[in-house]
């Protein structure tokens, strides 16, 4: 198995034509009017924050969001929603929780949109995980929110059980949908996509053995996607209420593309050969022979222009044992999500740009800043922050595991 290195190699990666984009620059900029007067519209227990009838009014929204193992987060502050009290010693002051009851308590649904003007584009659905009441020298007391997508209801309990699905897909595909059955009741999830795993054998064809390995030991359901995920290298993250489970990266149609006159207004990119080795090993055992089960994989590709940075990394290895591999299919599909891994760490990107609120993880971008920073990388974290003085700005984290080939 053959990793990309950077330059002059087979396989690299190039930027797309206007049309293979889902959404353009400009057609955004049309879309959001100039992306001028930035708009957000909250919505607690399906009913829309803006028309509450006491004047409260929203600041500092915060949604994070990612593509990677952690749940995101959408956080708020409620203004105006103090009284201080007619007395001089404040001993009647209070918040004004009455007319919030209904809406900011734990367990709600959370809704947030953003944009501009009237186009606003939802960009988080999850339920409210906490509520603090907050009062500080600088600023007027407010009520802060912070609410989680569907991944916070699968954290909590702990249990062991015998599943009956004969894959980890199945069984990941079972879990999903009785989270999300309980989740869409209250309006914080929006339907599943659970992908079968290479474990899964056509006509229920599965090993015994195999079948044995789909279990929960005192783990979370949580613990046990994310377990099946990193096993098969497989994606789990929601978005917009949509719970996924997917082969890595395997959604390669390209979101938009954007550069320093279209959006970006920051950006720092670069590429290291920090972690990179030679070969990688995977080692298990059949249960069945007793024999060994080995696979392995080499990057054997150029490190550099100059080639320099191969003998750097020459007989490097990394050998990792699982335990819970029972065939050749498993220990290859271990052997290439470590490949994965590895090979996604060899280019970063962190970017601020306008208030997009179209752009979300799990997608490829094309970013281009001039050569050779040039490149497509594949979007881990979007944070989406709205402030108090109206200023909306949008930052990506990515990934690439190559550059761009030179001259395109």
Do not use: W
């Not at 390669?252 to 279209?262: D, H």
């Amino acid at each position: 198995m053959n990793i990309p290195g950077i330059p002059d190699i087979p396989g690299v990666s190039k930027m797309g034509a206007a049309g293979s984009y889902e959404i353009t620059y400009d057609a955004m900029y049309k879309k959001y009017g100039g992306f001028d007067l930035p708009s957000a519209e909250i919505e607690l227990n399906g009913k829309p924050f803006s028309k509450n009838k006491d004047r409260m009014f929203i600041h500092d929204i915060r949604v994070e969001l990612t593509s990677g193992f952690e749940a995101s987060i959408a956080s708020f502050r409620i203004y105006n929603a103090y009284s201080y009290g007619k007395d001089d010693d404040s001993s009647d002051a209070e918040y004004r929780f009455d007319s919030l009851k209904k809406q900011a308590v734990l367990g709600a649904a959370a809704k947030v949109g953003l944009g501009y003007g009237d186009e606003t584009v939802s960009v988080f659905t999850g339920f409210v995980a906490s509520v603090d009441f907050c009062f500080g020298e600088d600023e007027p007391p407010y009520i802060e929110v912070t609410a989680m997508d569907a991944k916070g209801l699968m954290m909590a309990s702990a249990y062991a059980a015998q599943s009956t699905a004969r894959s980890y897909g199945d069984a990941v595909r079972a879990i999903l949908k009785g989270v999300c059955d309980k989740a869409q009741t209250r309006g914080a999830a929006a339907g599943i996509s659970a992908a079968d795993t290479p474990d899964k054998k056509p006509s229920g064809g599965q090993s015994k053995a195999s079948a044995e390995t789909i279990e929960m030991v005192s783990e979370s359901d949580y613990e046990f996607v994310v377990k099946a995920a990193k096993k098969f290298n497989y994606e789990f993250f929601v978005d917009r209420g949509k719970m996924i489970f997917r082969k890595a990266r395997s959604d390669e149609r390209p979101l938009t593309a954007l550069s320093a006159n279209k959006g970006v207004i920051f950006y720092r990119l670069g590429y290291s050969l920090t972690g990179v080795v030679e070969r990688i090993e995977v080692r298990a055992m059949d249960p069945g022979t007793g024999k060994t089960i080995v696979s392995k994989g080499k990057y054997s590709e150029k490190l550099s222009i100059a080639n320099k940075a191969k003998s750097l990394i020459k007989g490097s290895k990394k050998v990792y044992i699982d335990p819970t591999i029972f065939s050749r299919e498993e220990a290859d599909a271990r052997l290439e999500s470590l490949m994965a891994q590895m090979s996604y760490r060899l280019g970063s990107l962190d970017c601020e740009c306008i208030g997009m609120p179209d752009l979300f993880p799990g997608r490829f971008i094309d970013i281009a800043v001039g050569s050779p920073g040039d490149n497509r990388f594949y979007i881990t974290g979007v944070v989406h922050e709205f402030d108090r003085d109206g200023r909306y700005r949008t930052r990506l984290r990515g990934s690439v595991d190559r550059v761009k080939e030179s001259g395109v």
